[in-house]
């Protein structure tokens, strides 16, 4: 019996624990980046430098800058989702630590230019 009660106990130190689900941050939201820089400052520093980043050549997110950059996990861009806004705009979902992040990336890259017909 003493035997068996190891065993399970052996067993139950191997099994993953239960984290808490991760936490999600809608940065569309109109107070979001003041709340994060109040509640999680590391985050607000690398949320600020990856909007400036984009904001300098939204391309960017096309590759695997967030990651190599940032640590960002399960990036998901909206490629073939475009907001119809001027100028466009696409939805950033990203992982930092185990908080959730959620943005539009303004595309002025997709701004379309008009041609004369010749």
């Known amino acids: 019996m003493r035997r068996l009660a190891v065993v ?3 067993l139950v130190a191997t099994l993953p624990a239960f984290a808490e689900p991760p936490t999600s941050v809608d940065l569309r939201a109109p107070q979001a980046l003041a709340n994060l820089k109040r509640d999680n400052p590391a985050h607000f520093e690398k949320i600020r430098q ?3 980043g984009l904001e300098e050549n939204p391309e960017r997110v096309e ?21 119809t806004s001027y100028p466009p705009k696409q939805l950033l979902n990203f992982r930092l630590e185990q908080v959730r992040y959620t943005l539009y990336v303004v595309r ?5 230019l008009f041609q004369p017909v010749r």
């Open 108 to 112: 002025r890259d997709m701004v379309g």
């Open 63 to 83: 590759g695997d800058w967030l990651q190599a950059t940032f640590d960002a996990h399960d990036v998901d861009l909206s490629r073939m989702i475009v907001k």
């Open 8 to 10: 399970i106990l052996a």
């Open 50 to 52: 990856i909007l400036a």
